[in-house]
């Protein structure tokens, strides 16, 4: 005769056995994420000491006008190639237009560009760059100088570069041997502390002369809009080159 075991006296199943794999389970997806993020961030801070980009720049092509504001920021699709959040903000509030009208000649020297001496100029390793960049004051209001006690832009927001150059490498903002600063919207040309500052009111447009040093080599081919490792913009310029 067979029997049959009634429900209530089937063997049960050990809860603790149960609890066990459970915790078992959960510490092995803890470990697994903590390896992940651990992996992430040492990959994440290599590519930042390495100065790479956070993120694909877009290319703004001479003439063509880049529309800086907040605003646009916070709703525009950035490619990222790693990191976490795009977080980038200009120091103003309110629109800002840069464009490039002009090219920028490269030269040889100093003398060649028609300029004086210039302060740790390197014949052997520097050529000297003329740039110029366009900006129309839409509407911004950017941060009151704690020095001077008035709103001012800063020039070296733009930064020279190149495809070809070394990372970390840009143009430097050449000055003559006295100490003054070669750009031509300098507050104080001669100060030590708001030579790069500017100040465009709204609705005011100029177009502003920088001198550089820029290494041999690599030819420079935009400037950098952006800062650390977060450049979301490249402001191309044609280039007159003088130095063959």
């Not at 302060?119 to 704690?146: G, H, R």
């Not at 990372?167 to 790069?196: C, K, M, Q, R, W």
Request: contains cysteine.
């Amino acid at each position: 005769m067979k029997h049959s075991t009634s429900p209530q006296h089937q063997p049960g199943r050990n809860p603790w056995k149960i609890g066990l794999i459970i915790t078992a389970c959960v510490a092995i997806v803890l470990v697994a994420y903590g390896a992940y993020r651990a992996i992430d961030t040492a990959i994440t801070n290599d590519r930042i000491s390495k100065g790479e980009n956070m993120v694909v720049p877009v290319r703004i092509k001479p003439g063509d006008t880049l529309e800086m504001s907040n605003e646009v920021e916070e709703k525009r699709d950035v490619d990222i190639v790693y990191g976490g959040e795009y977080l980038f903000e200009y120091s103003f509030k309110g629109t800002l237009e840069a464009r490039v009208d002009r090219p920028a000649r490269l030269y040889n020297n100093p003398q060649d560009a028609g300029l004086g001496d210039l302060e740790s100029f390197d014949q052997d390793t520097q050529n000297v760059l003329i740039a110029y960049l366009t900006l129309k004051n839409v509407d911004a209001v950017p941060d009151t100088d704690v020095r001077l006690n008035i709103p001012t832009f800063n020039i070296t927001f733009f930064n020279v570069c190149g495809d070809d150059y070394p990372p970390f490498e840009t143009g430097i903002e050449a000055h003559l041997t006295d100490g003054t600063v070669l750009f031509d919207g300098s507050i104080d040309p001669n100060g030590p502390f708001n030579s790069y500052k500017l100040t465009l009111d709204p609705g005011e447009e100029r177009t502003f002369e920088m001198v550089y040093t820029v290494p041999k080599g690599p030819k420079p081919q935009y400037f950098k809009v952006g800062s650390g490792n977060t450049i979301p913009y490249y402001l191309e310029f044609d280039l007159e080159d003088h130095t063959s």
